[in-house]
Nanobody, 127 residues
Framework: QVQLVESGGGLVQTGAPLRLSCAAS????????MGWFRQAPGKEREFVAAISRSGTNTYYADSVKGRFTISRDNAKNTETLQMNSLKPEDTAVYYC????????????????????WGQGTQVTVSS
């Protein structure tokens, strides 16, 4: 089991940066590949970014590539999503997630591979 708590959401203007954090507790954080997803009102949940257990490999949705950076600190049990050049279409509730241990070193955009989810943090980008 692992518990995830996101923080750092808020209201920002177009073009501004924002940094989301995800604090993990429970079993060894380094055992889990991690990811970020988001869900806008009236839309389905969508993949944002993923990172391997060691942090060596990352994977991004095309919509955020070049603007967002995912990272992790296994010593501090934290995952971070640095978001730059935010756009109104980035407005959503952002969720961090930990993959099933069987995912191994995978880096995946498939929600079904994620076993644990945080409660989400709201990001609103005004135009």
């Amino acid at each position: 089991q692992v518990q995830l708590v996101e923080s750092g959401g808020g209201l920002v203007q177009t073009g501004a940066p924002l940094r989301l954090s995800c604090a993990a507790s429970g079993r060894s954080f380094s055992s889990y590949a991690m990811g970020w997803f988001r869900q806008a009102p009236g839309k389905e949940r969508e993949f944002v970014a993923a990172i391997s257990r060691s942090g060596t490999n990352t994977y991004y949705a095309d919509s955020v590539k070049g603007r967002f950076t995912i990272s992790r600190d296994n010593a501090k049990n934290t995952e971070t999503l640095q978001m730059n050049s935010l756009k109104p279409e980035d407005t959503a509730v952002y969720y961090c997630a930990a993959a099933f241990p069987s995912c191994g070193a995978c880096v995946t955009s498939t929600p079904e591979w994620y076993a644990y989810w945080g409660q989400g943090t709201q990001v609103t980008v005004s135009s």
